[in-house]
C-alpha cells in the first residue's frame, strides 16, 4: 500500500491495478487534487475498505489482476453494500461492448481506458464523486428526515393513546358520533320521501367516519394549534365526516339544498368541486354544517362534514386516495396524467346518464298523460 497526502480535506482515491506503472501514472495524475491509496490486488483493496471506506471517495478498479480480479471485487462490493456509497470507475485496455455492458450490469459508474489522458483521468474522476457526494448527501437528509417522521410519528402515537384514555375526549367524540346520527337520519327521511313520491331515490349509500386521534393530532399540529377539546370543536370541521353517493350530479344539488334547507341545520362553508373542480380532477360537493344533537340536558350544535359525489366519482377518489397516500408507486405522473383524463370522462358520462335518465323520466311521463286522456274520453 502506498499513500499520498496533500492535504487533510482532500477526497481519498483508492487505486487497485497489479501492474505498479499504471497505479503510479494514475497517482501523479490526480495526486495534486485527491488523497490516493494503493492496492496491487482485489483482497488488499478490499481489507483497505474495511478501515477507510467512510473517507474513501472513489475506486479506480482494474478487472485482470491474481489472487481476486475485478469482477470479484465489485461482487463483494455489491454484497456489503458499499457500491451504493462509493462509486467504481474500471480501469481497462479493453473496449468489448459485451465487458462495459456486464460491468454497468454490475453497478459500475464509468470506465477509465488505457492509454490514460489525463484531462480524461481527472474529469471522470471528478464527474462520479461530485455526483456521488450530492447523492450521499441527499440519502443522508432523506435518512435523517424519515428518523425524524418516525421519531414524530412514535410521540403522535403516544399522544392518541393519552386521547383515548381521556373522559373529555371520548365524550366529544360521542357527541359527533350523535351528529352524524343526526345527518344519516334526515337523510334518510329525504330518502324515503323521495322513494314515495318520485318513486326513485336521490342517493345510494351513505358512509361515514370519525377522525381517528392520529388524525386530529396531524391535523392540529399542521394549523399550529394545541390539541384540547375547545380547539378541536373550534379549528376542525372534518372530524365528523360523512359521503353521500349519488347517482346524478342533479340529485347532488336537490339533495344538498334539502338538507341545507333544515331548520335547525346551519351552513357554515360550502366548496363546491363539481362545477370547480381541483387541478387533479377531483369533483365532489362539500357542505360544513352546524348540526344540532339533543343530550339529556342540553341541546348543543356539532360541526360536521358532508361530501357529495357520484358513484363513478367515488370510484375515482378511492383510486385516487391509493396514489396520494401510497409510497414508491413507479410512473406517478403518467399515472397522475391518466387519472386527469378519467375524472374528466366521468363528468361527460354522468351528464350523459343524467339525460337518458330524464329522457326516460319525459316518456313515461307522456304515456301516464295519454293514459289518463284516454280514460277520461270513456
Known amino acids: 500500500m502506498i499513500y499520498f497526502s496533500r492535504g487533510k ?32 490486488d482485489g483482497e488488499e483493496a478490499l481489507a483497505m475498505l474495511e478501515e477507510e471506506r467512510s473517507e474513501t471517495a472513489a475506486i479506480l478498479l482494474d478487472l485482470h489482476m491474481p489472487k481476486m480480479d475485478g469482477f470479484a471485487v465489485i461482487r463483494a462490493l455489491k454484497q456489503k453494500g458499499w457500491l451504493n456509497r462509493i462509486p467504481v470507475l474500471i480501469i481497462s485496455s479493453e473496449h468489448a461492448t459485451q465487458i462495459e455492458n456486464r460491468c454497468l450490469e454490475m453497478g459500475v459508474s464509468d470506465f477509465i481506458h488505457k492509454p490514460f489522458e489525463a484531462s480524461i483521468v481527472r474529469n471522470r474522476v471528478h464527474n462520479v464523486t461530485e455526483l456521488f457526494a450530492c447523492k450521499n448527501q441527499l ?3 432523506v435518512e435523517e428526515q424519515e428518523a425524524a417522521l418516525e421519531k414524530q410519528h412514535r410521540i403522535i402515537e403516544m399522544q392518541a393513546e393519552k386521547l383515548r384514555e381521556s373522559e373529555p375526549f371520548n365524550r366529544l367524540m360521542m357527541e359527533y358520533r350523535a351528529a352524524i346520527m343526526e345527518v344519516e ?7 324515503e320521501e323521495f322513494s314515495r313520491m318520485y318513486n326513485r331515490n336521490p342517493f345510494e349509500s ?4 370519525l377522525k381517528t386521534p392520529e388524525s386530529i393530532y396531524e391535523k392540529m399540529a399542521r394549523k399550529g394549534r ?5 380547539n378541536i370543536r373550534e379549528y376542525l370541521t372534518d372530524v365528523a365526516g360523512l359521503r353521500v353517493i349519488c347517482s346524478f350530479p342533479d340529485d347532488i344539488y336537490r339533495l344538498a339544498d334539502l338538507l341545507i334547507r333544515q331548520d335547525d341545520f346551519i351552513l357554515l362553508r360550502e366548496k363546491d368541486y363539481i362545477r370547480n373542480p381541483k387541478r387533479n380532477g377531483y369533483r365532489s360537493l362539500h357542505l360544513i354544517l352546524n348540526i344540532p344533537i339533543f343530550l339529556s340536558h342540553e341541546k348543543k350544535y356539532v360541526k360536521a362534514e358532508v361530501q357529495f359525489r357520484t358513484i363513478a366519482m367515488d370510484f375515482w377518489a378511492s383510486l ?10 413507479a410512473n406517478t405522473e403518467e399515472i397522475e396524467g391518466q387519472l386527469k383524463a ?9 351528464y350523459q346518464m343524467q339525460d337518458i335518465r330524464d329522457k326516460i323520466d319525459q ?8 293514459e289518463a286522456g284516454g280514460s277520461g274520453n270513456i
Do not use: F, P
Not at 351513505?206 to 367516519?209: A, D, E, G, Q, V
Open 363 to 370: 316518456s313515461q311521463d307522456m304515456d301516464g298523460a295519454d
Open 206 to 209: 351513505i358512509k361515514s367516519r
Open 139 to 141: 440519502e443522508q437528509k
Open 320 to 329: 385516487e386516495h391509493k396514489l396520494k397516500y401510497k409510497k414508491d408507486v
Open 342 to 350: 378519467c375524472a374528466d370522462s366521468i363528468e361527460v358520462l354522468d
Open 226 to 230: 394545541q390539541v384540547t377539546m375547545e
Open 185 to 191: 337520519t334526515r337523510l334518510k327521511v329525504l330518502n
Open 9 to 40: 480535506n482532500m477526497k481519498r482515491i483508492l487505486i487497485v491495478d497489479d501492474v505498479e506503472i499504471n497505479r503510479e501514472l494514475l497517482c501523479n495524475m490526480l495526486s495534486d487534487e485527491y488523497a490516493v491509496d494503493m492496492a496491487a
